[in-house]
């Protein structure tokens, strides 16, 4: 049974989608079958594992915002990436406007819990890439979610607004899903020269009781540059630091939940698939559906 996760911090800039990203291609690379689902308006997952904002428009593919907005099926709006044991379900900018779309639908914070639990059979792990925000996205991943994982910047005021997450994720265990947990906490843009970096550790762990990830991830001029290739850091520069970060902090994550990697998986990890980034097998079933909707309203 697959574990939902969603990466949320309503600060900006946090890492939020750097860890969505490589910590999902990390674990697709130790043999675990990974969706990402990007719940955020700006794409950055998206684009940042090689799917193309443009391609997705013309071709007309089920994003999220299908899967907030309408009937579309999740499994109509996976997508293939370049790593064989990661998927992604894309979004664009449209997806600000599910907002105001589902705010006043009955069930509005349970539609992508409904639409995620049927994949959980498919995959090992569900990884949701959050907006930076507490709004009505946010709290449909939380309440999809088994577990919040929380990436904090290494930086001067990172506590910031974490009390309030704090907060929303507890009224969300109270009302909306009693079996979210948190995963941890994960360090981000750690840097060993500054002492600011463990001076915010040092904060955060006197602040927080949850667990808190051995494994900081540093600051990296290749884990920056990698999204503009459309490339997780695991395919862009395997031997960098902040490769190696995510892959330890994928394991200690996979440990921590007790899975275990299946040596017939990991022996093909990082298996990279050729062009044609984004499938159209989305785009079609969604013709297919359009058309017996079409049906259905003309009989
Ligand atoms: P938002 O709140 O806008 O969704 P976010 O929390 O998802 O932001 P990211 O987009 O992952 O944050 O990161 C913000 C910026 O910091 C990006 O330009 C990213 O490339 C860069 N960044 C993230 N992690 C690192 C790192 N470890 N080292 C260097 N740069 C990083
Ligand atoms: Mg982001």
Redesign the pocket.
């Known amino acids: 049974m697959g574990r939902i996760i969603a990466v949320a911090n309503q600060k900006?800039?946090v890492g939020?989608?750097t860890t969505?990203i490589n910590l999902s291609a990390a674990l697709a690379g130790l043999g675990m079958e990974v969706l990402v689902v990007d719940c955020?308006p700006?794409g950055?997952?998206t684009t940042g594992l090689g799917l193309s904002k443009k391609e997705i428009i013309l071709n007309e593919d089920s994003t999220s915002y299908d899967l907030m907005t309408n009937d579309a099926p999740a499994e109509e709006c996976i997508k293939e990436t370049q790593l064989t044991h990661l998927k992604i379900i894309p979004s664009e900018q449209n997806l600000s406007g599910a907002e105001s779309e589902i705010l006043n639908r009955d069930g509005r914070n349970f539609i992508l819990r409904e639409k995620l639990q049927k994949l959980k059979e498919d995959f090992d792990y569900i990884l949701i890439?959050c907006?930076?925000s507490l709004t009505v996205l946010t709290i449909n991943a939380l309440t999809a979610a088994d577990a919040v994982l929380i990436p904090i910047q290494c930086e001067f005021y990172a506590l910031e607004g974490v009390s309030q997450l704090m907060s929303t994720i507890a009224l969300t265990k109270n009302r909306l899903n009693a079996e979210l947990d948190i995963e941890g906490v994960v360090f981000t843009m750690y840097d060993s020269r500054t002492n600011l970096s463990q001076q915010v550790i040092d904060e955060v762990k006197s602040n927080i009781r949850e667990y808190i990830f051995e494994t900081k991830i540093p600051r990296s001029v290749r884990l920056a540059e990698a999204p503009s290739h459309g490339l997780p850091i695991n395919l862009y520069d395997v031997k960098s630091n902040g490769a190696v970060a995510y892959k330890e902090l994928a394991e200690e994550l996979i440990k921590k939940n007790g899975k275990k990697t299946e040596s017939s998986k990991s022996a093909v990890k990082n298996t990279t698939r050729t062009a044609g980034k984004v499938t159209k097998s989305g785009a079609s079933k969604r013709a297919v559906r359009k058309t017996a909707l079409q049906d259905k309203k003309s009989k």
């Open positions: 900006g800039g939020k989608t969505t955020d700006q950055n997952a890439d907006p930076p």
